[in-house]
């Protein structure tokens, strides 16, 4: 039982590329979400997935795009990275909105 | 708007001794908090969840408290040890129907021998 899993751990993009974080949860919870935490601040919800096949804007989904790719999986594309997107990613997912969530690990994206 | 406010920023504590983290916040409707531990470079994890009805809620020398009227929650660690040190995180849930949550900015905790 691996939890949240999240893939790349470390990435660098050059401003405009493209690229897709990868989150996946073998705990059978229904929802998903997207955080990303600057230094200093809190953790800010980008999209989040209620259940398979819904997706939601969350705080500050601008630059941003996901897929709830089945029950297990829930992606987070930035389709032309800029600099202010450098942050950590966090995934998580929980068995219904009101329960505890379970973390990934994280995902440090540098963007130059 | 809803907020959550997180104080101190910072603390610093001798191993063995104890410590309150306080947690205040105007979010409504109210539909539970949560505190979260994160150690530096994890993510974060789940030490308590409380809702409307529940004061009190322990997870081992970490105990939560609520106080919905004032809307302030506290987190108590006894005993702290050099493992304690971390970030900790006060969540507030609300629109229940939507599971939408404000974070705080998390309070640094450094346990020292």
């Known amino acids: 039982n691996a939890g949240v899993t999240q893939t790349p751990k470390f990435q660098v993009l050059k401003t405009g590329q493209s690229m897709t974080l990868q989150c996946a949860q073998d705990?059978?919870?229904?929802?998903m979400y997207w955080y990303r935490q600057d230094p200093g601040m809190g953790l800010r919800l980008i999209y989040y997935?209620?259940?398979?096949?819904?997706?939601d804007k969350g705080e500050v989904p601008n630059g941003y795009n996901v897929s709830r790719l089945n029950k297990r999986e829930f992606s987070l594309r930035l389709e032309s990275a800029a600099p202010s997107q450098t942050s950590v990613y966090f995934c998580?997912?929980?068995?219904?909105?009101?329960?505890?969530?379970?973390f990934g690990p994280g995902t440090r994206l540098t963007v130059t | 708007k809803n907020q959550v406010e997180q104080s101190p920023q910072s603390l610093i504590i001798l191993e063995g001794k104890n410590c309150t983290l306080q947690c205040n916040y105007t979010v409504s409707p109210f539909s539970n908090l949560r505190w979260y531990k994160q150690d530096t470079g994890r993510g974060p994890v789940s030490l308590t969840i409380?809702?409307?009805?529940?004061n009190t809620k322990s997870n081992g020398r970490y105990t939560a408290t609520l106080d919905a009227d004032t809307k302030q929650s506290s987190l108590h660690i006894t005993a702290s040890q050099l493992s304690d040190s971390a970030s900790y995180i006060c969540?507030?849930?609300?629109?229940?129907?939507?599971?939408?949550?404000?974070f705080g900015d998390g309070t640094t905790l450094t346990v020292k021998p």
């Open positions: 998580a997912s929980n068995q219904d909105r009101v329960a505890e969530q379970y």
């Open positions: 705990m059978n919870h229904n929802s």
């Open positions: 997935s209620a259940s398979e096949g819904t997706t």
């Open positions: 409380m809702t409307f009805s529940e």
């Open positions: 969540v507030v849930g609300y629109n229940t129907n939507a599971g939408k949550s404000t």
